[in-house]
């Protein structure tokens, strides 16, 4: 009961926090914790003493244009996962299906690579996760000989993809650009004219969205760029022009 008390608690306050939630997901042993980490170090940590009490592997980070974003780890999948495990691992597996944005962590050093993929894509299926947007960190490329390494075949080699050492740091500022970039396709994106004396807005949006453009006028801030849908709302009555132009959302 206490364990699922937690659960609730983290759940409601990632939901109040507002920022995207980007799931790390691959087979055991692809290294997700070890990219976690070199992600969290590569941005800006945000303390959230709440996070690192209730779930340990959940870190608030802010990229370098100020967007915010919860990256968090979940258990690592095996093939042919047996129906128990997943009856054990059910609260963890749902907070996948929950993100917005899921990063496969792949160990492209494997022989068995594409097997693993496949393992993963099985379990997405299994918890209804498969058809959530995804970028394929191709981890461990301090192992790989040559510069094109492995490839992935099928739907997957459509994916966005970013080759990474999460032991070294290669490639990691590349992948937090990457995480970014498809973030901001689910976005609302903004015209607005905030009136100086509204300087909580300009604020939120710094901490919640991305910026294209920010100039001062006799009216107020000029901002263009996206937000979160959830934090578009109170931007509303101060858009230069008469509807929000909606891109296209993460979710179906």
Same mark, same amino acid.
């Given at each position: 009961?206490? =364990?699922?008390?937690?659960? $609730?608690?983290?759940? /409601?306050?990632?939901?109040? &926090?507002?920022?995207? !939630? #980007? %799931? *790390?997901?691959?087979?055991?042993?692809?290294?997700?914790?070890?990219?976690?980490?070199?992600?969290?170090?590569?941005?800006?940590?945000?303390?959230?003493?709440?996070?690192?009490?209730?779930?340990?592997?959940?870190?608030?980070?802010?990229?370098?244009?100020?967007?915010?974003?919860?990256?968090?780890?979940?258990?690592?999948?095996?093939?042919?996962?047996?129906?128990?495990?997943?009856?054990?691992?059910?609260?963890?597996?749902?907070?996948?299906?929950?993100?917005?944005?899921?990063?496969?962590?792949?160990?492209?050093?494997?022989?068995?690579?594409?097997?693993? =993929?496949?393992?993963?894509? $099985?379990?997405?299926? /299994?918890?209804?996760?498969? &058809?959530?947007?995804? !970028? #394929? %960190? *191709?981890?461990?490329?301090?192992?790989?000989?040559?510069?094109?390494?492995?490839?992935?075949?099928?739907?997957?080699?459509?994916?966005?993809?970013?080759?990474?050492?999460?032991?070294?740091?290669?490639?990691?500022?590349?992948?937090?650009?990457?995480?970014?970039?498809?973030?901001?396709?689910?976005?609302?994106?903004?015209?607005?004219?905030?009136?100086?004396?509204?300087?909580?807005?300009?604020?939120?949006?710094?901490?919640?969205?991305?910026?294209?453009?920010?100039?001062?006028?006799?009216?107020?801030?000029?901002?263009?760029?996206?937000?979160?849908?959830?934090?578009?709302?109170?931007?509303?009555?101060?858009?230069?022009?008469?509807?929000?132009?909606?891109?296209?959302?993460?979710?179906?």
């Amino acid at each position: 009961e206490k =364990v699922r008390t937690h659960r $609730q608690l983290y759940r /409601e306050r990632r939901k109040s &926090a507002g920022a995207p !939630v #980007v %799931a *790390l997901v691959g087979y055991t042993n692809a290294g997700k914790s070890t990219l976690l980490n070199a992600l969290t170090r590569a941005g800006v940590t945000a303390e959230d003493k709440l996070f690192a009490t209730l779930d340990p592997t959940t870190r608030r980070i802010r990229l370098a244009g100020g967007q915010e974003l919860l990256l968090t780890d979940t258990v690592g999948f095996v093939q042919r996962l047996p129906t128990t495990l997943v009856a054990a691992f059910r609260a963890t597996l749902e907070e996948v299906g929950e993100a917005d944005l899921l990063v496969h962590v792949v160990d492209a050093s494997s022989p068995s690579m594409q097997r693993q =993929v496949e393992a993963v894509e $099985q379990v997405l299926e /299994e918890i209804g996760a498969g &058809a959530l947007p995804m !970028v #394929v %960190a *191709l981890n461990k490329a301090d192992l790989l000989t040559g510069d094109l390494g492995p490839a992935l075949t099928g739907a997957w080699a459509t994916l966005p993809s970013v080759r990474v050492s999460a032991l070294t740091g290669d490639g990691i500022n590349e992948l937090l650009h990457c995480i970014s970039q498809q973030l901001v396709q689910g976005f609302d994106a903004l015209d607005v004219l905030i009136p100086y004396d509204r300087g909580d807005l300009v604020a939120q949006f710094h901490q919640y969205g991305t910026i294209a453009y920010e100039g001062y006028e006799e009216g107020g801030t000029h901002l263009r760029g996206s937000i979160p849908a959830n934090h578009s709302g109170p931007f509303a009555p101060f858009a230069t022009r008469p509807a929000f132009s909606k891109r296209k959302r993460l979710r179906a």
